[in-house]
């Protein structure tokens, strides 16, 4: 699936099949649409496991805050894990505000990193690291644009190409009704959308509920609270 299929097919069933090479201007009007569906579909979910993705970080000694990948989408918490071998450990999460509540001056502690923080596009490490660790991050991507064009790398799974065509066609009918009926439109896109939701159930690192073996086997606890202890 590329952007020009997606805009070839939406030409198809607007009924637009002897034109759809040659009306450029329509055509730069459906993928204005695809790319208002493909933003709409990221954000549907914090964790859209086609668009996992990974990056090695090499720390430097004194220094807490790098630079997150470029890739990275910055409009939700996007770090799945983190994790380092040195120890080995995974790193727990906390969010900002708590690491400035139980530590305002990171650079107080130094060592192997074992909990990280993110705010905006930074990734905070702490313990601050004492010397050079890899430290190996899983995280979730931006959904890129679409382009009219063959060679244009589509993110969302060709599975799902019926699902944006089907969000397409909403701005298309919603402009030209006489080419069909909205509001069914979005009937047909809504289910759509909850059948990728229910293909793609996945949490970041710090949605997770932690699981307690038992007697009977696993039982969920209450999500993690941090605690200074924790981090050695």
Do not use: C
Not at 60 to 70: I, K, M
Not at 96 to 112: F, V, Y
């Amino acid at each position: 699936m590329t952007g020009k299929d997606i805009i070839d097919q939406v030409m198809d069933n607007i009924g637009k099949v002897q034109t759809k090479l040659t009306d450029t201007n329509l055509r730069a009007i459906i993928l204005n649409w695809a790319n208002r569906v493909r933003e709409d579909i990221s954000a549907r979910s914090p964790h859209w496991i086609w668009l996992e993705d990974t990056d090695t970080i090499t720390t430097v000694a004194d220094q807490a805050e790098y630079d997150l990948p470029s890739e990275y989408d910055v409009s939700k918490r996007s770090v799945v894990s983190l994790y380092q071998y040195e120890t080995p450990a995974k790193l727990k999460y906390i969010n900002a505000r708590t690491l400035d509540l139980i530590e305002p001056k990171i650079s107080n502690r130094s060592g192997n990193p074992t909990a990280y923080s993110v705010f905006a596009d930074k990734l905070i490490l702490y313990p601050v690291p004492d010397d050079a660790y890899t430290v190996y991050l899983r995280f979730i991507k931006t959904v890129s644009a679409l382009l009219d064009s063959t060679a244009d790398k589509v993110d969302i799974p060709d599975k799902y190409k019926k699902v944006v065509i089907d969000g397409v066609l909403i701005n298309a009918y919603q402009m030209f009704p006489e080419w069909g009926n909205a509001a069914t439109q979005v009937q047909i896109y809504e289910a759509g959308i909850i059948r990728m939701l229910q293909e793609n159930r996945e949490v970041v690192d710090d949605e997770n509920i932690s699981y307690a073996h038992t007697e009977t086997g696993l039982s969920a606890q209450p999500p993690y609270h941090f605690d200074i202890t924790d981090v050695g």
